[in-house]
């Protein structure tokens, strides 16, 4: 059963990893999209969010710092959802595909939080150098080896 937390940080993680990479790979194309959704300032908006998606997936990822990388996702999620994915208010056959995303984005926000509150889980970085603090503080110290007298 400890294998499903590594199995589940692996497939969380991913789409944010590949989307980070796309932001950075193809901001150009996605400043125009941030630009007619209203975005202030889009270019800082798409390679900002490229970062934080692609530092924060590889943590989650990996499970080191991986509450506060989920943090950064589910208020990168609720921001994009209410900025970029506002199905009210537009004609219908736009608005469904529009609202998909929006509840895309709040369910994985709802992911994210679950991973802040319950943390990495087993094989992760975190609970490795924890085990390894552990066992390191129930370690007897070595033993006293006598100076040589000179």
Not at 64 to 85: D, E, Y
Request: charged share 10%.
């Amino acid at each position: 059963m400890g294998a499903l937390a590594p199995l589940g940080r692996l497939l969380f993680s991913a789409i944010f990893i590949l989307s980070g990479f796309n932001h950075l790979a193809n901001g150009e194309g996605m400043i125009g999209y941030a630009r007619s959704a209203g975005l202030p300032f889009p270019a800082l908006a798409i390679y900002g969010s490229g970062v934080v998606l692609l530092v924060a997936g590889v943590c989650i990822l990996l499970g080191v710092f991986a509450r506060i990388a989920s943090v950064a996702i589910a208020i990168f999620l609720v921001l994009a959802a209410l900025t970029v994915h506002r199905f009210w208010g537009l004609p219908p056959d736009q608005a469904a595909m529009q609202m998909v995303h929006f509840l895309k984005n709040i369910s994985m926000a709802g992911g994210a939080l679950l991973l802040t509150y319950f943390g990495p889980g087993p094989y992760s970085v975190r609970a490795s150098s924890r085990v390894l603090e552990e066992r390191r503080a129930h370690r007897p110290p070595p033993p006293l080896r006598p100076r040589p007298q000179s």
